[in-house]
């Protein structure tokens, strides 16, 4: 049996309309597939290997949708300027800044920010 690192993450949300607006901007420079999947749930897809980047979903209990307190997505990117210009959308959409632009440790680069509904993210690249 063998096991991936890669996956994919779905984060909560209270306001999918809202979302989906964010993520459509937040991700275009990623030119990625969007897939709605039911009426809970849309995924954003990778049109080079159909992989999810990123899920939103309205809770399936109908519950509030929260953040979890030390969680956060992720996203890998090509080059520090990809870094910026993922974290200069999702500010002008109306993220949160939680960390502008820069090296962090070692060879690694990344961006932090908090979307509409409070859910952590992170925007890096390693060493270019």
């Given at each position: 049996m063998g096991a991936s690192m890669q996956g994919y993450s779905t984060i909560g949300t209270n306001n999918k309309e809202a979302a989906e607006i964010f993520y459509d901007g937040v991700l275009e420079q990623l030119d990625p597939i969007k897939f709605p999947a039911n009426d809970r749930i849309t995924m954003w897809m990778s049109k080079e290997d159909?992989?999810?980047?990123?899920?939103?979903?309205?809770?399936?209990?109908?519950?509030?949708?929260?953040?979890?307190?030390?969680?956060?997505?992720a996203i890998a990117l090509n080059s520090h300027e990809e870094v910026h210009q993922m974290y200069d959308k999702a500010i002008e959409l109306g993220a949160t800044d939680d960390g502008a632009p820069g090296m962090r440790a070692g060879t690694f680069y990344g961006a932090y920010v908090y979307d509409l509904d409070g859910n952590k993210l992170c925007f890096f690249n390693f060493g270019s």
């Open positions: 159909k992989s999810v980047i990123l899920a939103i979903s309205i809770p399936y209990d109908v519950e509030q949708a929260t953040y979890g307190n030390g969680t956060m997505k």
